[in-house]
């Protein structure tokens, strides 16, 4: 079964509209992070977050926003979506502290139109 | 200026040979380098990983070496197998409790039967 799930898949938007990626894992993990991969750059840390607080925050923009409901989910709300943030979104998480060993999800990828 | 920089940027070897990846870096602060192994389509997938303290880590056919005074580290693979085609990125964190992870922009490797 798969650790950590990422929901959905494939994701098609238009400009300007607002999407909710889905992140769950199922390691016990405390910590949950997000990151992207985009053609023109590699991967790049967004947020992280431990029991459920932010820790960092290294997107340079407010419609990005991480939502933590409980403590082995953390979705990624985007508003005002742009044909810059497409991309393949991954979820991670680690054990005993963010220094840890991460594990990536398996993606959701974005396509903004 | 890239912190993380790796080489080459795609490479292709015979079953059988030994493939060496190389990865540098920019920030003295950083302690703990991670190598992610990841096919189309899917998450990375951490493959081994290594901390400032040691200057080599051994796991089956993989080695990573470290030397901190040169600021460079490299992964080795013995044995390579077509199943070993993929991309691998070299990573770097400094453990100051973001759990940020820097990545290098991948070496898309190739191995031939």
């Known amino acids: 079964d798969p650790k950590i799930i990422q929901k959905p898949k494939y994701l098609v938007a238009v400009t300007g509209s607002e999407k909710i990626l889905i992140c769950e894992q199922y390691?016990?993990?405390?910590?949950m992070y997000w990151y992207r991969q985009s053609a023109k750059k590699p991967l790049e840390f967004m947020f992280s977050?431990?029991?459920?607080?932010?820790?960092d925050n290294q997107t340079a923009s407010s419609r990005f926003q991480p939502q933590s409901s409980k403590k082995n989910h953390l979705d990624l709300q985007i508003t005002a979506l742009k044909p810059d943030d497409s991309a393949t979104y991954f979820c991670?998480?680690?054990?005993?502290?963010?220094?840890?060993?991460?594990?990536f999800g398996p993606g959701t990828r974005l396509t903004v139109l | 200026q890239q912190q993380v920089r790796q080489s080459p940027q795609s490479l292709t070897v015979w079953e059988g040979g030994t493939t060496v990846l190389t990865c540098s870096y920019e920030?003295?602060?950083?302690?703990?380098f991670p190598w992610y192994q990841q096919f189309p389509g899917e998450g990375p997938a951490l493959l081994i990983s290594?901390?400032?303290?040691?200057d080599k880590k051994e796991d089956g056919r993989f080695t990573t070496f470290f030397n901190k005074r040169e600021k460079k580290l490299s992964l080795h693979i013995i044995d390579s197998q077509p199943g070993d085609s993929a991309t691998y990125f070299c990573?770097?964190?400094?453990?100051?409790?973001?759990?940020?992870?820097?990545f290098g922009d991948g070496t898309v490797l190739t191995v031939k039967p």
């Open positions: 991670a998480s680690s054990q005993e502290g963010l220094f840890y060993e991460q594990y």
């Open positions: 390691l016990g993990h405390n910590a």
């Open positions: 977050y431990s029991y459920q607080k932010l820790m």
């Open positions: 920030d003295s602060t950083f302690n703990y």
């Open positions: 290594i901390l400032s303290v040691s």
């Open positions: 990573a770097a964190s400094d453990f100051t409790n973001t759990g940020k992870l820097t």
